[in-house]
């Protein structure tokens, strides 16, 4: 007798919402990336106890026609391919007409959903996965989807959803990540009364961070584009002494996605930047070509595959290190000889641009910390949600900067660099990390890890690889780390080599002076 049988299609939709429904906040995303996908431009998520009663998602976007509208509980079912070439760049968060029948399989659902030009909308309900009615019904252009009782008829699932607080905070996170990543979006989340969340559209990716996160002069601003890829978002600065961990979270293409490449390269940079072993607090946004990037590889979408791994992970280190170095040092605390503690804080930058400042020619290219010039804040961008979440908001106004304030915003920031050469210290154009050399004067401007005590740099050109600060000490040398080690710089030198530099250009580039 035989015993392979084919699987009635509930139960088939069941297994499959095994791997696609986990909870209530996997619910929410697949409703919301739905919503997000038909071009809503406000998206309003309600939730009952955590979730595991009611999950409501409403939004303006394009609806269904009555037809598509029965055919979208169905498996397999999709209108955002069609070929199999379609898969090798997928432009839309969903692809695999999975979602709703999964969903509709373990649930009681209601969807209602009308086009703009339609007359009436189409109601279709669902219960655990068998189709129950389909009716005309009054409605707005959009669609809302009712997903009750999650786990109704598989109560071994339904054991394992945790407290509704629990949930609730889930789902929270879940519609805080998809909002950060769909910023001109508007988004709500209510949990029976309590709204959770409140943000209207928002104009860029720092505007709706700020509305999410308020002002957050410990992250500093990460800004890349190379090799066909987009960078932006905000890392906990190297003076942050705060815990050594934080969020993480991590965007290709407005898909929010866990990666290892992207988590490595991060760690990476800032493992050359400080001995201290972190996992530091990171958003990072990454734009490329849909062709460069496999999505197709993970149950839930949450994971993608590059083409080019080892060139992304090299551009995220770049972006990541550039932005350390440009960030706020932190403080050295070192004993001096009279035993007492020495505390300094300086922002190398400032220090950087003061030298440029008498200086023609030495550069330090612009990013900044949360809330400078440019591409952080402007003055009073975006209005903040309504949130319950971990806002730390801090005194001080939006655009207040820990750069020295003095420093012009178009030198403050970025990864600071400087290009000598004997004939005069040139500048490099900003936004890329930068190196060059330097002559040592008096064999004693520059040491690096490499000289030993006494012994001077031999006259000639010394290669200053791209550097990050770490602090001032006695308001005289700058320590700095870079790939071999740690360099030793003496300030005072060094500006009296930049001046001595101008001059030389004046003497022999300019008119004589009488
Ligand atoms: N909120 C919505 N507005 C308009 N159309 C929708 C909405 N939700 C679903 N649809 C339509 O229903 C179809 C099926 O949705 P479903 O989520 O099951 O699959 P999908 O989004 O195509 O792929 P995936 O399973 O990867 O999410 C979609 O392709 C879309 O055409
Ligand atoms: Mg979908």
Same mark, same amino acid.
């Given at each position: ?63 269904? =026609? ?43 659902? +209601? ?27 009054? @409605? ?13 008829? @598989? ?69 890349? =584009?190379?090799?066909? @890829?987009?960078?932006?978002? *905000?890392?906990?600065?190297?003076? =942050? ?10 965007? +290709? ?21 400080? $001995? ?16 460069? %990037? ?9 994971? +993608?595959? *590059? ?23 932190? =403080? ?74 003095? %420093? ?32 040592? +004067? ?14 001077? %740099? ?14 001032? *000490?006695?308001?005289? *040398? ?15 030198? $060094? ?20």
């Amino acid at each position: 007798m035989a015993k392979v049988r084919q699987l009635p299609p509930e139960l088939a939709n069941q297994i499959a919402a095994g791997e696609v429904v986990e909870r209530p906040a996997s619910v929410v995303k697949e409703l919301v990336e739905n919503a997000i996908d038909a071009g809503a431009s406000r998206i309003t998520v309600a939730i009952e106890m955590g979730g595991k009663k009611l999950i409501r998602v409403e939004d303006d976007g394009d609806g269904m =026609e009555p037809d598509d509208a029965r055919l979208s509980i169905e498996r397999h079912a999709t209108s955002k391919i069609a070929r199999a070439e379609d898969l090798e760049a997928i432009h839309t968060m969903g692809f695999r007409g999975e979602a709703l029948p999964s969903i509709a399989s373990v649930s009681h659902l +209601v969807l209602r959903t009308r086009t703009r030009d339609a007359e009436a909308g189409t109601e279709v309900r669902v219960n655990g996965g068998a189709l129950a009615a389909v009716t005309e019904v009054g @409605l707005a252009p959009g669609t809302i989807v009712e997903v009750s009782d999650l786990f109704y008829n @598989l109560p071994a699932r339904r054991k394992f959803l945790k407290s509704d607080v629990a949930e609730s905070t889930q789902v929270s996170r879940m519609v805080t990540q998809l909002a950060l990543a769909n910023p001109t979006v508007g988004f709500t989340l209510t949990s029976g009364p309590r709204v959770l969340l409140r943000c209207p559209p928002a104009g860029r990716m720092e505007d709706r961070f700020y509305q999410l996160h308020g002002e957050r002069p410990d992250l500093v601003l990460v800004q890349k =584009e190379a090799g066909g @890829l987009r960078i932006r978002g *905000f890392i906990a600065a190297l003076a =942050e002494q705060g815990p050594t961990r934080g969020a993480q979270q991590y965007f +290709v293409n407005q898909r929010i996605v866990k990666d290892r490449t992207i988590a490595h390269a991060v760690i990476d940079a800032y493992a050359s930047a400080t $001995a201290k072993e972190r996992s530091p607090e990171a958003y990072l946004f990454i734009e490329m070509p849909a062709e460069s %990037v496999d999505v197709n590889v993970h149950p839930t979408k949450a994971e +993608v595959r *590059f083409h080019q791994q080892s060139v992304v992970h090299e551009i995220v280190r770049r972006a990541v290190q550039e932005s350390l170095g440009s960030g706020p040092v932190p =403080e050295l605390r070192l004993s001096s000889e009279s035993g007492s503690v020495q505390a300094v804080n300086l922002s190398l930058p400032s220090l950087m641009a003061s030298l440029q400042s008498t200086t023609p020619g030495w550069t330090v290219p612009s990013s900044a910390p949360v809330g400078e010039a440019p591409g952080g804040f402007p003055e009073q961008s975006g209005i903040p949600c309504t949130s319950f979440g971990p806002s730390r908001q801090s005194p001080g106004g939006l655009g207040q900067s820990r750069i020295d304030p003095t %420093v012009p915003s178009d030198v403050s920031g970025q990864l600071w660099g400087v290009t000598a050469q004997s004939s005069g210290v040139s500048g490099q154009p900003s936004g890329e990390m930068l190196s060059g050399t330097l002559p040592a +004067v008096g064999g004693q401007t520059f040491q690096s890890a490499g000289v030993g005590p006494g012994q001077s %740099v031999a006259p000639g050109a010394v290669t200053i690889k791209p550097l990050i600060p770490l602090g001032q *000490f006695r308001h005289t *040398f700058i320590i700095a780390v870079d790939d071999d080690g740690v360099a030793v710089i003496d300030q005072h030198v $060094a500006h009296e080599r930049v001046l001595y530099e101008r001059i030389m250009a004046r003497l022999t580039d300019g008119p004589l002076e009488s």
